[in-house]
Nanobody, 125 residues
């Protein structure tokens, strides 16, 4: 059974940085796209970014483009989300997920079928 565990969340001031990690166990995901989502209180889940199986292709939502960077280490079955220039509106629970497809560029949210439990990110002074 595939399990995803996110870590690296916390409380940081506006303008600060965090790096989230997502470790996958129970299966290799080196042939799958991986993605990150977030959900703030009272809001719908927001699709943030995806990275291809090789790590060479990424897609970012406009809300995080230029500030967030995805990377992956398939040898460690781990995906990373580097978040810079953080804003209060980035406050949310962040989730990683495994896609059922192997693709370049954008992957529809409906293609993700396995999720972690999330890690809280709070941006506040």
């Amino acid at each position: 059974q595939v399990q995803l565990v996110e870590s690296g969340g916390g409380l940081v001031q506006p303008g600060g940085s965090l790096r989230l990690s997502c470790v996958v166990s129970g299966s290799t995901v080196s042939n799958n796209n991986m993605g990150w989502f977030r959900q703030a209180p009272g809001k719908e889940r927001e699709y943030l970014a995806t990275i291809s199986w090789s790590g060479r292709s990424t897609w970012y939502a406009d809300s995080v483009k230029g500030r967030f960077t995805l990377s992956r280490d398939n040898a460690k079955n781990t995906v990373y989300l580097q978040m810079d220039s953080l804003k209060p509106e980035d406050t949310a629970v962040y989730y990683c997920a495994v896609a059922t497809v192997k693709a370049l560029g954008y992957v529809p949210p409906s293609e993700y079928d396995t999720w972690g439990r999330g890690t809280q990110v709070t941006i506040s002074s």
